[in-house]
């Protein structure tokens, strides 16, 4: 195990449980007189009311399969802060890498592409919001070779979340007392009693605390 790995025992009754916390992912051993396995896969789950920790198909010891699930009573709590804390802490990079692809009439084809330090298991929240951003909207920067590597700062021209955007909206709305846009889009048009094909969207932030969507439409 490496220095972020993390764990939590307990025993409930026959069965002692070993939770596993590293790099962000769960892994569960259980120790039973009926089965036992060692650091399974697992995720935190809701069945029939219950929390649980799925380990997925296993095999008892008369050697039938069956769904693991481990009881974990009032832990989740535990369980998940566990898991975030495992996280690695090291700010998410992303290298330039080669795509290599076969072409429609089977020629090599190669391009570059980003790829993340981290998985987005891995990731904190934060970092899984602004990665789905960069994968959505974020091209290879001109001049990248393989094997560059980039910070979230040199790759995003706005490195805060949806939330913290408009946070700083409403804080800037109540201290100025003016609205302030918080972005323009522009859409199809949502009402067809009008003689136009597209909408301009803002959304913007009030004085008194809210984000309204502003639609306009053109004719």
Sequence with gaps: ?????????????????????????????????????????????????????????????SGERFQAYIKIG???????????????????EYEVVVDRSTGSWGQDLESLKLKASKTHTEMTERERELAIEID?????????????????????EDVRTRDEIEQDALDEAAESGEEVVINKSTTGCNDSSKECNLDHVARVATPDGDIETRRTHTY
């Design 1 to 61: 195990m490496t220095d972020d790995t993390l764990t939590l025992d307990w025993t409930d009754g026959s069965k002692d449980v070993t939770v596993i916390a590293e790099a962000g992912k769960l892994h569960v051993t259980l120790d039973s007189p009926d089965v036992s396995f060692e650091r399974q896969r697992a995720t935190l789950e809701t069945v029939k009311g219950l929390d649980v920790l799925d380990a997925g198909v296993q095999r008892d010891d």
């Design 74 to 92: 009032d832990r989740r709590d535990e369980i998940e802060q566990l898991r975030e804390d495992s996280k690695d802490d090291s700010p998410l």
């Design 136 to 156: 959505r909207e974020a091209d290879v920067p001109d001049d990248a070779e393989a094997g560059d590597t980039y910070t979230l700062e040199e790759i995003l």
